[in-house]
Protein backbone atom coordinates (compact mmCIF):
# COMPACT_ATOMS: atom_id res chain seq x y z
CA UNK A 1 0.00 0.00 0.00
CA UNK A 2 0.99 3.36 -0.34
CA UNK A 3 1.94 6.09 2.08
CA UNK A 4 -0.04 9.00 2.28
CA UNK A 5 1.23 12.63 4.05
CA UNK A 6 -1.35 15.81 4.28
CA UNK A 7 -0.01 19.22 4.33
CA UNK A 8 -1.51 22.48 3.99
CA UNK A 9 -3.92 22.81 6.97
CA UNK A 10 -3.79 25.70 9.44
CA UNK A 11 -6.04 28.82 10.53
CA UNK A 12 -8.45 30.33 8.63
CA UNK A 13 -10.99 33.46 8.87
CA UNK A 14 -14.54 32.37 7.40
CA UNK A 15 -14.45 33.23 4.04
CA UNK A 16 -11.05 32.48 3.48
CA UNK A 17 -9.42 29.55 1.62
CA UNK A 18 -7.07 26.57 2.05
CA UNK A 19 -5.67 24.18 -0.23
CA UNK A 20 -4.74 21.03 1.47
CA UNK A 21 -2.25 18.19 -0.71
CA UNK A 22 -1.74 14.97 -0.25
CA UNK A 23 1.41 13.52 -1.52
CA UNK A 24 1.76 9.43 -2.02
CA UNK A 25 4.96 7.02 -1.79
CA UNK A 26 4.22 5.46 -5.20
CA UNK A 27 2.55 5.76 -8.33
CA UNK A 28 -1.01 6.96 -7.90
CA UNK A 29 -2.34 6.03 -11.37
CA UNK A 30 -3.32 2.67 -10.85
CA UNK A 31 -5.52 3.51 -7.95
CA UNK A 32 -9.19 3.32 -8.25
CA UNK A 33 -9.50 6.19 -6.11
CA UNK A 34 -8.28 8.86 -3.96
CA UNK A 35 -10.36 10.84 -1.20
CA UNK A 36 -10.46 13.50 1.35
CA UNK A 37 -12.52 12.69 4.74
CA UNK A 38 -12.99 14.80 7.47
CA UNK A 39 -13.81 14.08 11.37
CA UNK A 40 -14.82 16.71 13.73
CA UNK A 41 -14.73 16.17 17.21
CA UNK A 42 -17.86 13.70 18.55
CA UNK A 43 -18.70 13.60 15.07
CA UNK A 44 -18.32 10.93 12.66
CA UNK A 45 -15.76 10.59 9.97
CA UNK A 46 -16.87 12.44 6.45
CA UNK A 47 -16.44 11.17 3.30
CA UNK A 48 -15.76 15.49 1.40
CA UNK A 49 -14.43 14.55 -1.89
CA UNK A 50 -13.10 11.59 -4.38
CA UNK A 51 -11.24 11.21 -7.38
CA UNK A 52 -11.32 7.99 -9.21
CA UNK A 53 -8.94 6.70 -12.03
CA UNK A 54 -10.18 8.23 -14.64
CA UNK A 55 -10.52 11.98 -13.12
CA UNK A 56 -14.60 11.96 -12.61
CA UNK A 57 -14.99 13.49 -9.10
CA UNK A 58 -17.93 13.82 -6.56
CA UNK A 59 -18.17 15.69 -3.71
CA UNK A 60 -20.60 15.44 -0.40
CA UNK A 61 -23.28 18.18 -0.40
CA UNK A 62 -22.02 20.41 2.26
CA UNK A 63 -19.43 21.54 0.00
CA UNK A 64 -20.13 21.27 -3.53
CA UNK A 65 -19.36 24.59 -5.36
CA UNK A 66 -17.07 25.15 -2.67
CA UNK A 67 -14.17 22.59 -2.93
CA UNK A 68 -12.20 21.07 -5.87
CA UNK A 69 -10.29 17.89 -6.05
CA UNK A 70 -7.52 17.58 -8.20
CA UNK A 71 -4.75 15.24 -9.33
CA UNK A 72 -1.51 15.41 -10.07
CA UNK A 73 -0.47 12.15 -11.50
CA UNK A 74 3.46 13.31 -12.39
CA UNK A 75 3.67 14.39 -8.77
CA UNK A 76 1.51 11.55 -7.15
CA UNK A 77 -0.58 13.99 -5.34
CA UNK A 78 -3.79 15.05 -5.00
CA UNK A 79 -5.16 18.46 -3.82
CA UNK A 80 -8.19 19.79 -2.24
CA UNK A 81 -8.97 23.65 -2.84
CA UNK A 82 -11.39 25.30 -0.31
CA UNK A 83 -12.85 28.12 -0.79
CA UNK A 84 -15.36 30.11 1.43
CA UNK A 85 -14.63 28.30 4.29
CA UNK A 86 -17.17 28.09 7.28
CA UNK A 87 -16.86 27.41 10.79
CA UNK A 88 -18.04 23.66 9.87
CA UNK A 89 -15.55 23.18 8.08
CA UNK A 90 -13.34 22.75 10.96
CA UNK A 91 -11.86 19.12 10.95
CA UNK A 92 -8.90 16.91 11.31
CA UNK A 93 -8.95 15.87 6.84
CA UNK A 94 -7.59 12.89 6.07
CA UNK A 95 -6.05 11.50 2.53
CA UNK A 96 -7.45 7.82 1.79
CA UNK A 97 -6.82 5.87 -1.04
CA UNK A 98 -8.37 2.07 -2.59
CA UNK A 99 -5.78 0.23 -4.74
CA UNK A 100 -9.16 -1.20 -6.20
CA UNK A 101 -12.90 -1.37 -6.13
CA UNK A 102 -13.08 -4.39 -4.00
CA UNK A 103 -11.07 -2.47 -1.29
CA UNK A 104 -13.25 -0.32 0.89
CA UNK A 105 -11.82 2.58 2.19
CA UNK A 106 -11.69 1.53 5.76
CA UNK A 107 -8.90 -1.17 4.27
CA UNK A 108 -6.77 0.83 2.34
CA UNK A 109 -4.11 3.69 2.97
CA UNK A 110 -4.49 6.95 5.14
CA UNK A 111 -2.32 9.31 6.18
CA UNK A 112 -1.74 11.24 9.71
CA UNK A 113 -4.59 14.01 9.26
CA UNK A 114 -3.64 17.35 8.73
CA UNK A 115 -6.08 20.11 11.52
CA UNK A 116 -8.01 22.85 9.74
CA UNK A 117 -9.78 25.52 11.69
CA UNK A 118 -12.52 27.93 10.70
CA UNK A 119 -12.69 30.58 13.45
CA UNK A 120 -12.42 34.23 13.69
Known amino acids: QVQLVESGGGLVQPGGSLRLSCAAS????????MGWYRQAPGKQRELVATIYRRDSTSYADSVKGRFTISRDSAKNTISLQMNSLKPEDTAVYLC??????????????WGQGTQVTVSS
Open 26 to 33: GSISSLYS
Open 96 to 109: NARPNIFIQADFGS
